[in-house]
């Protein structure tokens, strides 16, 4: 299994305001490769449509030769390509190795797949663990203390709105979620005096090959079309839409910015309003 491991780096701003990222390094590592492209362009796009702030990546990693030249073409950076297993330790040193000094971190592992309470053995939690859980929490013990070090950083987990509203069928996921996000709980409050923060980030569903994927299965399920799918769960979300790539590529800069360096250890949801909740 190789997962796609994502280095963006050296980011600077172009206008008035500033994100004050400028010369800092940051790792992005992803189990998919459509949904980090989506993340490393509209990351970008969408910083850069303001007038007042902008953002340049200088160094990025990402894990498929494509996606890089892709990349390289439409913004005009030097790119590296590594993809690695970061669930091993062997693949973790890979990253840390291209990664070097890192100053922002996010964090982002696939989920495991879905299924009902009886069919999950403890393999299969501890496969879980590993990837959502344990991986995320062995970069940030790796990175952290050379951002504490340097009085500065931003350590970004994108989870997801199932850690505020467990989903049924998604136990797996909702148990290692929910345990990173415990751990993080602790850990971002006993960093931020060293002007690192750590927060997570719970996406609902947005317009990526992944939602294509579900309202694809949906369609076959039930017999309509997909674009019935989609409205059918479009229902469902106050909001009445999808997600936008340039949106959850805007919250994450937003968050890995010095702009977000009062929140910490929070759980921001971005799901257009589909958990019910006051806190």
Known sequence: KQRPVHLVGELLHAGKQRLGVDDRRAALQDADVGFALHQAHHFQQRIAAHQAVGIHHRHVLVG???AAQEIRQKYGVEVTTVAADVTTEEGRARLLEAAG??????????GPPPGLWTDWDREDF????????????????ALVPGMMERGWGRVVN??????????PVLGLSNSARAGLTGYVAGTSRQVAGSGVTINNLLPGIHATDRAVSLDTGVAEQQGISIEEAKAQRCKTIPAGRYGTPEE????????????????????????????????
């Not at 994108?158 to 989903?167: C, E, G, L, R, Y």
């Open 248 to 279: 959850f590529g805007a919250m994450c800069a937003f968050l890995a910015s010095q702009l977000s360096g009062f929140i910490v250890g929070q759980n921001i949801l971005l799901d257009g309003g589909g958990v019910n909740s006051t806190m």
């Open 64 to 66: 498929t030769a494509p």
């Open 101 to 110: 000094e890192v100053d922002i971190l996010v964090n982002n592992a696939g």
């Open 158 to 167: 994108i989870t997801s709105q199932s850690v505020k509203a467990p989903i």
């Open 126 to 141: 501890i496969k879980a663990l590993d990837a959502n859980m344990l991986t995320p929490i062995a970069l940030i013990k």
